[in-house]
């Protein structure tokens, strides 16, 4: 943890998942994350593209980064404030 009380380095690795579960799992965490934790995303549906940043537009949450690398799709998100 942090100094600021935010939860770093937490990585959920929903690859292999398919929509919604890679959201689901993403809004588990932010329900009881901290403001301002920031968290990872791992997953390899596509589908995800599309969820993850509307999910997260949604709610107030950032989607701060965005990367692929083959299948793999990885999101760095930090929670509302």
């Given at each position: 943890?942090?100094?600021?009380?935010?939860?770093?380095?937490?990585?959920?690795?929903?690859?292999?998942?398919?929509?919604?579960?890679?959201?689901?799992?993403?809004?588990?965490?932010?329900?009881?994350?901290?403001p301002g934790a920031v968290v990872e995303l791992?997953?390899?549906?596509?589908?995800?593209?599309?969820?993850?940043?509307?999910?997260?537009?949604?709610?107030?949450?950032?989607?701060?980064?965005?990367?692929?690398?083959?299948?793999?799709?990885?999101?760095?998100?930090?929670?509302?404030?």
């Amino acid at each position: 943890m942090a100094q600021d009380g935010t939860r770093e380095g937490q990585v959920i690795d929903a690859r292999g998942l398919n929509c919604p579960l890679p959201v689901l799992r993403l809004r588990k965490y932010l329900l009881t994350a901290p403001p301002g934790a920031v968290v990872e995303l791992l997953a390899t549906d596509r589908a995800a593209l599309k969820d993850v940043p509307s999910f997260c537009a949604a709610h107030g949450h950032v989607v701060e980064t965005l990367a692929s690398q083959g299948n793999d799709l990885r999101f760095r998100v930090t929670a509302a404030a």
